[in-house]
Structure formats: C-alpha cells, structure tokens
Antibody, heavy 120, light 108 residues
Framework: ELQLVESGGGLVQPGGSLSLSCVAS????????MTWVRQAPGKGLEWVAD????????NYVDSVKGRFTIFRDNAKNSLYLQMHSLRDEDTAVYYC?????????????WGQGTVVTVSP | EIVMTQSPGTLSVSPGEKATLSCRAS??????LAWYQQKPGQAPRLLIY???ARAAGTPARFSGSGSGTEFTLTISSLQSEDFAVYYC??????????FGQGTRLEIK
C-alpha cells in the first residue's frame, strides 16, 4: 500500500521552530519528487516546497524562503521540513505528497497531514 | 506567479445531475493543469492531470477539458460521494505551483 505518514506538528510560539517528518512506504521513495502542501484553517491549498529525487533541486514559495528548508533522506524513505521564524500565518495542516512521475505535476499520494499551530 | 480563479465558489446540484466547475488562469498554462477533490477532514485526492487525463482510480463520470487559460471539470451524474471541495492546480510555470481557491459542490 502506498503510504505517507507525517509527524512533528504541534503548538509553537511566534518566532519559534519546528521540524516536520514524512515517512514513505509502498513505493520507491528515491524515484520521486516530493512536495509539502499546507492548508490554513478553513482555507484552500498552498504549495510550500518541493525537492528533486536526489535532493539536488529545491523550490519554495516566496513566503517561506529563508525560513523553511526541505530535505530528504532516501536511505530512510523520509522527507523533512525544517521551519524557523514561524509566524501566525504559518498555522496550517501540512501535507507531504508525492509528485507523479514523468512531466506532469500531479500529487497522487498524500499523507494524512500534521497540524502546526503558531500562537503565543 | 500565475493566479488561478475558480468559479463558482459554491455550486448546488442535485444527485444524478451534471456539475460543471470552471478554472481560469491569469496567463496560459497550456495543458499543465490538475484537479483535486477534498472531503472534510481528508487529504486532497488527485482526479485529473494534463487537463484531461484521469488519474488512477478516478471514475469515468469525471472529465476534464480545456487548455491555455480556461478549464472545466465536469461530473456527468453526481453521486453522493462526489459532494466535496474541488481545486485546480497549475504546473506550467513553477515555482510556484499555484492552486485555485476551490469550488464547494453541495447537495441541492
């Protein structure tokens, strides 16, 4: 079964840091681009970052550049999102997702999400 | 950044009827567009990629069309499980990947 399981969410004060993890199973993790997508309470989806199969290319939405770092450990089938200088507007459910293989960018496998709450 | 605009915000349709959801891009995205379905408390589910290709497991009643800046998701005969929020997403010019704000499909 294709599966992604996120962890690491929680309550953090503004300016604080948090590290999210996502463990993959049921597929060859090292063969896929991976993505983080977030969803603020009651809001739509927002792409946050992605990373190439070997970690050599990373992309970020402007609002998190310089604060968030995406990285992966293919030996552990794991994806990470390190978050610093957190702001109220970073409060969201954070999903990790697998990008489809080939030239299309659909996210065809999703985790259940982990909740990040930034509040004093 | 390409802005994706979905309409309507909410669509009320009776079971068994057809639903038509629209998505417009602020500039051309060719056919580099995906559609997702999201139910309350669940992660999104990929329905369509490449504007019209059904993802694995997507029922045939779901169809996507369009190219350039105008796209449509059509659900031919609504089933109870289809009532959800639908998002379009462009991947022609990335980063960033951008999503529409969503269309809520509700039971009439």
């Amino acid at each position: 079964e294709l599966q992604l399981v996120e962890s690491g969410g929680g309550l953090v004060q503004p300016g604080g840091s948090l590290s999210l993890s996502c463990v993959a199973s049921g597929f060859t993790f090292s063969s896929y681009w991976m993505t983080w997508v977030r969803q603020a309470p009651g809001k739509g989806l927002e792409w946050v970052a992605d990373i190439k199969q070997d970690g050599s290319e990373k992309n970020y939405v402007d609002s998190v550049k310089g604060r968030f770092t995406i990285f992966r450990d293919n030996a552990k089938n794991s994806l990470y999102l390190q978050m610093h200088s957190l702001r109220d507007e970073d409060t969201a459910v954070y999903y990790c997702a697998r990008r489809t293989s080939g030239r299309h960018y659909g996210c065809d496998v999703w985790g259940q999400g982990t909740v990040v709450t930034v509040s004093p | 950044e390409i802005v994706m605009t979905q309409s309507p915000g909410t669509l009320s349709v009776s079971p068994g009827e057809k639903a038509t959801l629209s998505c417009r891009a602020s500039q051309t995205v060719s056919s580099n567009l995906a559609w997702y379905q999201q139910k309350p408390g669940q992660a999104p589910r990929l329905l369509i990629y490449g504007a019209s290709a059904r993802a694995a497991g997507t029922p045939a009643r779901f169809s996507g069309s369009g190219s350039g800046t105008e796209f449509t998701l059509t659900i031919s005969s609504l089933q109870s499980e289809d009532f959800a929020v639908y998002y379009c997403q462009q991947y022609n010019n990335w980063p960033p990947i951008t999503f529409g704000q969503g269309t809520r499909l509700e039971i009439k």
